[in-house]
């Protein structure tokens, strides 16, 4: 069984990623159980047959990205340049990578419920959770404000700002629902301390209903051993798998990619397949892809990689966006999610 947030995941920099709970627009109901594992990933677009009309469309796909970093790093630098050389105010790539905080939890409106599946939550959300479970009581600082993460759940509210585009008009926030019966009778000194140590000072059972309890205990999901990143050779097979569409359009039918055909130049040279893009925008459909100058992938020859700042923001995708934190996350590819 695995609860709480203990201190060393709260400090962890490793990453990966799995499927994920959806966190709707209004008030989201989960019961957080264990977390966090950081991980940091890259978005990409790439076109995949629609199961249903046969056609090409736009889907994204999702590199874990290791410590090392991985392919497109080189790309998300080549589009800076370019955008920095036009001129623009804003040059961030949408191939910079993200973070997110995995948590492994049971959403209270899922038709699954009580079923422990895995959350990923961008930084405001990680953020509150850590600070909502510290706080102490009030009258009580010896004890515990709320009580431990998995005693009470977690009222997750996103809100959208119709007037701003959704990267900068979405938010988060959390607040514990009030009906928790635990509220000041928790130690300080259980906080952080991972499951075994706390059943051997309190009886968890009594925390969670008997199909609650049932649920978590029969759960193989390992959120530490799952949520790992990619390998390099997991990397160079999804990208031969599913090679990145270079006439991606944004929701907005504007083009993802500036300079196609730089990127066109720079993928040949890194030995990396791609899909070809238009001049109009594109109705998607599958093109020819760009030849391979050897079977590795590398990252360019005479590309200087600019070193690469993570964001704490999120770039949300239906199944699948902190350098420093931000009052809001932003929120991108709603409309391109990956299956």
Not at 90 to 97: A, E, N, W, Y
Request: proline share 6%; with cysteine; hydrophobic share 30%.
């Amino acid at each position: 069984m695995q609860l709480g947030q203990p201190t060393y995941l709260k400090n962890t920099n490793d990453g990966g990623g799995l499927t994920r709970v959806r966190v709707n627009e209004g008030d989201n109901i989960h019961r957080v159980l264990f977390g966090p594992v950081r991980q940091s990933l890259v978005y990409y677009p790439t076109l995949v047959e629609d199961q249903e009309t046969g056609e090409m469309v736009q889907r994204m796909k999702i590199l874990r990205r290791p410590k090392e970093g991985c392919p497109l790093d080189v790309l998300a630098s080549l589009e800076k340049r370019i955008r920095s050389s036009r001129g623009e105010k804003f040059t961030k790539s949408s191939l910079d990578p993200s973070t997110k905080w995995l948590y492994l939890v049971m959403n209270k409106e899922s038709e699954d419920y009580p079923k422990v599946e895995i959350a990923e939550y961008p930084y405001t959300v990680y953020k509150e959770l850590v600070e909502l479970e510290s706080a102490t009581a009030i009258k009580d600082k010896s004890k515990l404000r709320h009580g431990l993460i998995f005693m009470w759940d977690a009222v997750i509210t996103k809100s959208i700002d119709p007037s701003k585009s959704r990267q900068f008009g979405t938010s988060y926030s959390v607040q514990v629902d009030p009906d928790n019966k635990f509220s000041g009778k928790v130690p300080v000194s259980y906080l952080g301390i991972n499951a075994t140590e706390l059943a051997e000072k309190m009886d968890l059972k009594k925390f969670f209903t008997e199909e609650e309890y049932i649920s978590i205990n029969e759960s193989k999901l390992d959120l530490e051993e799952q949520a790992v990143p990619d390998s390099a050779e997991d990397m160079k097979q999804k990208l031969a798998e599913f090679p990145i569409y270079l006439g991606a359009t944004n929701p907005n039918g504007s083009y993802r990619f500036p300079s196609i055909e730089q990127f066109q130049t720079q993928l040949e040279k890194m030995g990396l397949d791609f899909l070809e893009g238009d001049t109009e925008r594109p109705t998607p459909k599958k093109l020819s892809s760009g030849d391979k100058k050897d079977n590795q992938i590398s990252f360019g020859d005479d590309m200087e990689v600019e070193p690469v700042q993570e964001v704490v923001e999120e770039k949300e995708v239906v199944e699948e966006k902190p350098t420093k934190a931000v009052k809001e996350d932003s929120e991108e590819d709603e409309e391109f999610p990956e299956w």
